[in-house]
């Protein structure tokens, strides 16, 4: 016999191809663990990292023995890692927040030679608006504008029998 020395031979479902894609899923996983548990996260950081580490020990769902040993090895990792986070105290008092700086009008920090500029050119913008290049006041546009300012009735945009 081949096996009689060895272990036993591995079972169909050890050697499958989903249980590899599981083994790799969760060899990622394990190197995210090891990195955190070498590193020292922020508080906040690492409790949503263990978080995350949880959901995808859930998602690996293959029901083999070498991949439920592994899993149950990670989820202890993962419960030394939580060890680690520092409770969030609950401060339920407002915060006090200086909003002041919104109100500041930002032409208050420019010289006097730019706000006369910002001021004429704002009222020139204006003023070219309400009175184009010919003095009168614009005429109420719609979709298709009728010239009624010379007189004439004609339409600005020529109709095909024209």
């Known amino acids: 016999m081949l096996w009689s020395s060895r272990a036993p031979p591995p079972s169909n479902r050890e050697s499958n191809n989903r249980t590899t894609k599981a083994h790799k899923v969760l060899d990622s996983i394990e190197k995210r663990v090891r990195t955190l548990l070498r590193s020292s996260p922020s508080s906040r950081r690492l409790r949503s990292d263990v978080e995350g580490i949880r959901r995808a020990l859930h998602d690996v ?30 401060d339920d008092d407002p915060m006090d927040y200086d909003s002041s ?34 003095g009168f006041p614009r005429p109420q546009l719609s979709i298709r504008p009728r010239w009624t300012m010379c007189g004439c009735t004609t339409r600005a945009y020529p109709s095909a029998n024209s």
């Open 61 to 90: 769902r293959r029901q083999v023995d070498s991949v439920t040993t592994r899993k149950r090895e990670l989820t202890r990792l993962c419960d030394e890692l939580e060890e680690r986070v520092v409770p969030e105290e609950e």
């Open 101 to 134: 700086h919104h109100f500041n009008l930002l032409i208050d920090d420019c010289n006097e030679t730019a706000q006369v500029s910002l001021l004429l050119a704002a009222v020139s913008v204006l003023g070219w608006r309400i009175f184009p290049a010919n």
